[in-house]
Nanobody, 126 residues
Framework: QVQPVESGGGLVQAGGSLRLSCTSS????????VGWFRQAPGKEREFVAA????????RYAGSVEGRFTISRDNAENTVYLQMNSLKPEDTAVYFCAAKDSVSWLVEIDQSRYGYWGQGTQVTVSS
């Protein structure tokens, strides 16, 4: 079973950068699609970015397009979310999710992800 574990969150000033990492404490990530989602206080959890099992395709939410980059290193069993030019509105708990899939289609629907991490807090100060 895949068990995502996030790391890399923290406090950063607006305009700064953070890199989140997601590894699996169980089965390796090599045959799973992975997505990042976030939930701000008082808001619904929303899609941020996703990547196919082999890293061949990615998708981003419009609010992060051009600032965030999702990537993966299957040899290291890790998926990354590089976040640049951070804004206060990026403040949220960020979740990594995984789905058993070897499809070339990028999955952005969080209801289709079966494995979820505990989340890591990202706080961007103004």
């Amino acid at each position: 079973q895949v068990q995502p574990v996030e790391s890399g969150g923290g406090l950063v000033q607006a305009g700064g950068s953070l890199r989140l990492s997601c590894t699996s404490s169980g089965r390796i990530f090599g045959t799973t699609a992975v997505g990042w989602f976030r939930q701000a206080p008082g808001k619904e959890r929303e899609f941020v970015a996703a990547i196919t099992y082999d890293g061949s395709d990615t998708r981003y939410a419009g609010s992060v397009e051009g600032r965030f980059t999702i990537s993966r290193d299957n040899a290291e069993n890790t998926v990354y979310l590089q976040m640049n030019s951070l804004k206060p509105e990026d403040t949220a708990v960020y979740f990594c999710a995984a789905k058993d899939s070897v499809s070339w289609l990028v999955e952005i629907d969080q209801s289709r992800y079966g494995y979820w991490g505990q989340g890591t807090q990202v706080t961007v100060s103004s």
